[in-house]
Each structure stands twice: as C-alpha cells, then as structure tokens.
C-alpha cells in the first residue's frame, strides 16, 4: 500500500493514544520511513524529554519541538509520530496541516488513564493527579487537534494490528492510500 497525494502522514493525539506504537505499524504497512518526533529530539540533544523539561523548562522544549518538526515536515516518505503538546504553537498547526495528511488519533479518558498508570516517562504528569491533568489536557488540546486533522481516529483497546487495518480501510475509503506501489 502507499500513500496517495502526500508525501508525509502525521499522527496527532494525547499522550498515551498510540501514535508511536500505530506510527510504526502504518509506516511499515505504507512504506514510509517512521520518525517520531519527541525521540528524534531525544537523539538531537542526547537527553531525554524529562531532562529537557526539568533543566529548560517547557518553552524551551516547545521551541525544540518546533524546529523539529519544521525540519521532519521538509522530508519526503516520512510518518511523523508527533508529541502530544505539538499543537500548543501555531507554526506547528500550520505546518503540519500543509505538508502532512494529519490524523487525530482521539482515545477515550479510561484508554490514556490505564496507559500513562506506570509511565514515569511523561514529565507533564509526575507527582500529579493523571486523571485530572489528562482531562485539563484535553479540554485545552481537543480543540487544537480537531483543526489540524483531516481526519479523526477513535482509539480503543484492540491490538494495534486490528487498529491499523481499520485505519487503511478507512483511508483506503477516502482514496487516501492504494493497493498499487
């Protein structure tokens, strides 16, 4: 399968909806090279996420993200993963809505809960109540979301191979993807 009329698919979404996870399963599915954005950060700066935020602060690693996504959006053949707060800067919105088709991969509040339960990855949930900054998250961010994505993805608990095979049919659907390539 490949990719019909874009050179990029982006995957947008909270934290915990699965856009690393379905990224990589729908890139290897459409031939498109897999990049997630907060891991290419990581790589860029040989630290993680976590670090960046305690030592710089949130702006700080919202200016990295922008530059990486600015650079990301200038490939050809990629699907970019991006973070969950990558709609929070305007430029990004814009730029990933011209050079990506964007998908919305949209959990339910029960989904993210259990997902983010063990993770002492997520720098903006530690020693904080999860189901509250999840949904203060949400109402913040949902609306970002819905205005860059063409289309939006309800995410439940299926495997991931059940989940991308319903996402191809739906792109295949809008003519979006095709058998041929």
């Not at 990049?35 to 700066?45: A, G, Q, Y």
């Not at 814009?94 to 339960?117: A, G």
């Amino acid at each position: 399968m490949e990719l019909v009329g874009y050179e990029r698919l982006s995957l947008v979404g909270p934290m915990a909806s699965g856009k690393t996870t379905l990224g990589r399963l729908l890139a290897r599915q459409l031939g498109l090279q897999f990049v997630d954005s907060d891991h290419e950060i990581e790589r860029r700066n040989g630290v993680s996420i976590a670090t960046i935020f305690d030592i710089e602060g949130e702006d700080a690693f919202r200016d990295r993200e922008e530059r990486a996504i600015d650079e990301l959006m200038d490939r050809q053949g990629v699907l970019v993963a991006t973070g969950g707060g990558v709609v929070l800067r305007e430029a990004n919105r814009v730029r990933l809505r011209q050079e990506s088709l964007v998908l919305f991969l949209n959990p339910d509040l029960e989904t993210q809960i259990k997902r983010t339960l063990t993770d002492r990855k997520r720098p903006l949930l530690q020693g904080k109540d999860k189901a509250a900054v999840l949904k203060e998250m949400r109402v913040a961010r949902y609306p970002l979301y819905r205005q860059v994505a063409d289309i939006e993805i309800p995410v439940d608990n299926r495997p991931g191979k059940k989940m991308m095979d319903s996402i191809l049919k739906r792109l295949n659907r809008k003519g979006l993807v095709s058998d041929e390539g």
